[in-house]
């Protein structure tokens, strides 16, 4: 496996570093090369992404990224120049984020409800397309607009991207995210294709809901969920929602995917850099572990994959029942690659 | 006190009873013109909103919307042909949406936090503006775009709006959400925006949030916020939320005002017409009476909002502490109605 890594800024190198020792501890065959990116470079050089780098990275199997940013980078150069350039480029437009509440984590909802589903978020169109502009900047009669760009292709490919997920999955339903009684020209675009892809998988349960009273739903009956399938911008939100009601956004893992394989696909948790804990030694790696397990997932080493994931709950779980100190980073990190090598 | 009411589908016209019950019980120079408007209407005639009851909507000094809509109109016919118009026609641009939890109400997180907040949310232009268009339509190459528009002149009023309620209020906080590291074009506008009017108000502790981790702090940590300002879809999204943490839906206020007084401000609960309760007595209309509490509240009747909001408090507090049979709607509103005439 040749895997392309980028640790980034603040704890991503640190949580990357345990990703890593879980990976190894399953794969023996794994080839790394480290890319340096991030707020690090950028504020040394300027860069966010060169096409030298990109280019380098078409060459891997799947890339591992930790966390970028820092405080000091104006809000949109990383994000616009190098995680979204990166989606764009390499075609991820499936989006996948778990939102699982592994036995023995607490979550802010009262009473532990069961949540287990799998957000589809749409990943390259959308609001994210980057259209739009700007006239008259900085006067009183300033006017900016942002273009949610929304084609039958794009929507279509992870529409069917998501009932092929639905359909491997006991509970059979998948829930349709848009806001189609007011983005009427997008929402309806969505709406046919879920209804037209819907007929050639009868088995599934197909519903809808705003992205509003999604947002509710996740919060007042999360159980009713099993495959969302949203686009960018509402994937953007529910999928944070979805984060804290299962633990915190430090437990999320998200896969940026090319189903199709032209591209690699690239793992990384959903959580930032962390600068005020950077260094300590005080990160959880296991959001990252956990897209390391959808990173084997996504080659084909599903075993190994499902090792790796059982290794995640077993430690939440035990983690939860001691009362001791926290573990530090490499703890964690040691503990999930014993239990995915004893699984 | 010239009103205009309308009633709508299903419990709409149930809870507007209680809630003109309750304002007549505080103000007794309150003269009503029904307007017969919603998803009947529009089966019946095809209409959703005419011009001459626009026009006639104009004359009154406020409006109480129960809520519109059933099953069997195709979404987005009611909400951009009655709900948004109206917005749009009176210059709606506030939409003033609290976010409290009252004492005895149970909050679907876990211990119970401190939540009292107030969004301010844009009503009249960003994704809602109802701009973009569709190619294609039905064919493989169809693109469908929504477009965002967003004014300095419509961004400006309603920061200020929102800055001017954060120096009424204790804690003096403003927190602006948006998305500027993605949506920068419109984000910057905002953020600017922001900042530049913050300088003006000095004694205010101004924050940013991204809409995806304000979702989250919504649930995690709902203590911070005070007066929240924010674009029309994340406004929509976000205050979903807070009703979610604050008990639900069923107890959600809001006032779509026109501020300037120049149109009719609109008050309703945010629920919808639950259809399924209708015509049963069993709807309970707590929140259309915090709306008419909004409403005295607009029109300069501070003493009888007061009254009209403490009544709402107790009743939902003396409620959690009974154990009796739930009220009906007519019991409920005659509990506000004593209860705010005694206050
Ligand atoms: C950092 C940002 C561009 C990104 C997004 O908005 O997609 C993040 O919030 C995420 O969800 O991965
Ligand atoms: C019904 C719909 C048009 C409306 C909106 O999206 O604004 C509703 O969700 C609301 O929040 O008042």
Redesign the pocket.
């Known amino acids: 496996m040749k895997l392309a890594v980028i640790g980034g800024d603040g704890i991503g190198p640190e949580v990357v570093a345990e990703g890593l020792r879980v990976l190894r501890a399953v794969h023996d065959k794994v080839e790394t090369t480290d890319y340096d990116l991030g707020a690090r470079r950028w504020h040394e050089t300027g860069e966010t992404l060169p096409d030298t780098v990109l280019d380098e990275l078409r060459g891997h199997d799947a890339i591992l990224l930790g966390a970028v940013g820092d405080p000091n980078v104006p809000s949109g150069v990383l994000e616009r120049g190098l995680l979204l350039r990166l989606r764009f480029e390499l075609d991820h437009h499936v989006n996948l984020r778990p939102v699982k509440l592994y036995p023995g984590v607490t979550s802010p909802l009262a009473g532990d409800p069961t949540i287990d589903m799998i957000v589809v978020r749409e990943g390259t169109e959308g609001p994210y397309a980057g259209a739009g502009g700007v006239l008259r900047k900085g006067t009183p009669h300033e006017i900016a607009t942002e273009e949610s760009i929304n084609t039958r292709f794009g929507v279509e490919r992870v529409v069917r991207d998501a009932f092929a997920r639905a359909q491997r999955r006991p509970r059979r339903k998948l829930t349709l995210v848009h806001?189609n009684?007011?983005l009427t020209k997008a929402g309806d675009l969505w709406s046919r294709t879920v209804t037209e892809v819907a007929a050639e998988f009868p088995e599934i349960t197909v519903e809808y809901q705003?992205a509003?009273?999604a947002s509710m739903f996740f919060i007042t009956d999360p159980g009713r969920f099993d495959v969302v399938v949203t686009d960018n911008l509402f994937g953007d939100i529910i999928t944070d929602i979805g984060a804290a009601v299962t633990g915190g956004i430090g437990l999320a893992a998200s896969g940026n995917l090319d189903p199709s394989g032209a591209h690699p696909s690239m793992f990384e948790p959903v959580h930032g850099s962390a600068p005020d804990i950077a260094g300590k030694g005080v990160a959880d790696p296991t959001a990252t572990v956990a897209s390391v397990a959808m990173l084997l997932d996504h080659l084909g080493l599903t075993a190994e994959a499902a090792k790796v994931e059982k290794a995640v709950a077993g430690s939440l779980a035990a983690r939860a029942a001691s009362a001791g100190q926290p573990l530090s980073t490499r703890e964690v990190g040691e503990d999930l690659a014993q239990r995915a090598v004893a699984n």
Do not use: I, R
């Open positions: 806001k009684n007011v705003h509003d009273a």
